[in-house]
């Protein structure tokens, strides 16, 4: 019989408080995404120039000392990363100054403009003002006069929208490299084509819609952009979430669902600034909350293509210290262009991995490797099975990621040589083991 000193006890108890307290601290985390960033929220209008010399106004949004219009620059963050925002069929931009002050207090300017809000819009129009208001912060970043002055983050511009305007960053991004990210509430079919212009999309994109949305359906909308789209691709569908529920007020025409509006809007808060944490200000602690299962909740169900396949998606592996036990899993290039990837493993204090290789070559599309983990114990666990979180990130662009999860599950000599004597009249038993104990006569190789 095993017996263990005070000092092993004290220091497997202290090794399950870390694991349990990180794990805490990443779902508060998570949820802090939601409420109010370190900043407080200001805006202000601004007049936007057109390259025919015609203007139109926008309201913009940014990290204040003091929340309200026209209230003072807080550039304690800066430069921060710009995101351009499109408003809804007949809707002001005030019906989204939640949302829009929400992303100023996590450090970012929000420029929304208010052309293309009468009966008649032309899509295409309200696109290339959205564009071209990423030109305005560009030209206030450049100039020595403007309270802007190097303030903004030029190489970090990301498009949002809701609605028609959510259909007009679809045309916008497909048309301006300068766009990094895009995420967009409900966003509709537009004239010309936001479905058609998908492919042309190079950045990654999430399309938050609404379960119960009657006006801009997600299965005649969001689902056939999604469809349409490359990778990385994302389609959270909020549960019972609403067309009108991603505005502050109902206008008229409005729908509802069966959700209360600001538990809608507090998803899409969480879903948007995780995203663009991640995107834009590269924030990597936020990969789960887009790529892992943080992302999904009681509220949140999705579809997601990283572009990253990995198999199997998860898998159980007995473990015999002192023991070589191996395991393998295949990653295939999904995307549309070649790509190396790199494989990492969550932090976590019990197991060490050996892993071969720890980055591919470069994958052509469709092409696959097989990466193999060599799992050694570091130290003593009361705990008989270990759940790794193993991802795969891609090298382009250091942020998309796809993950598994592998159980390692820790057996004892009697327990392995019974799984290896099985094996002998049974083989499959000892397959799913994938047990390699070189003590016995028999094994599975």
Known sequence: MNTFSYKEIFRASLILCLVFCSSVLVSAQGDSLSQPGRHKAGYRSVTVTRSNATTFTARLYYPATTSG??????????????????????QAVSTYQSTLEHLATHGYFVIASNSESGLFPSHQNFANDLRTCLDYLTLENSSSTSALFNQVAINRFGASGHSMGGGASILAASQDTRIKALANLAAAETNPSATAA?????????????????????????????????????????????????????????DSGTIPREHQLRESRRLLTAFFNLYLVRTEINWKQVWGSELQNSLVSSQSNSGIEMSPTSQTVAVLNGAETAFSISITNRGSVPESYLILVDQQRVWDLDINPEQTILLQPNQSKTITFVPRRLRYSPQLNTMLLISTRKVSDGLTRSFVNVTLQQVTPE????????????????????LRNRGSKCYDK
């Open 69 to 90: 219009q026209n209230t003072t620059y807080d550039g304690s963050g800066a430069p921060y990363p710009a995101i351009t925002f499109g408003h809804g069929f007949f």
């Open 198 to 254: 998908m492919p042309a999309i190079a950045a990654p994109l999430m399309l938050i819609s609404g379960g119960a949305d009657t006006i801009v359906p997600v299965s005649s909308n969001g689902q056939l952009m999604y469809n349409a789209a490359g990778t990385a691709k994302i389609l959270p569908i909020i549960q019972g979430g609403w067309h009108c529920g991603f505005q502050d007020a109902n206008g008229f025409g409005c």
């Open 415 to 434: 327990t392995a040589k019974r799984y290896s004597d099985e094996n002998c009249v049974k083989r499959q038993t000892a397959s799913q083991i994938l």
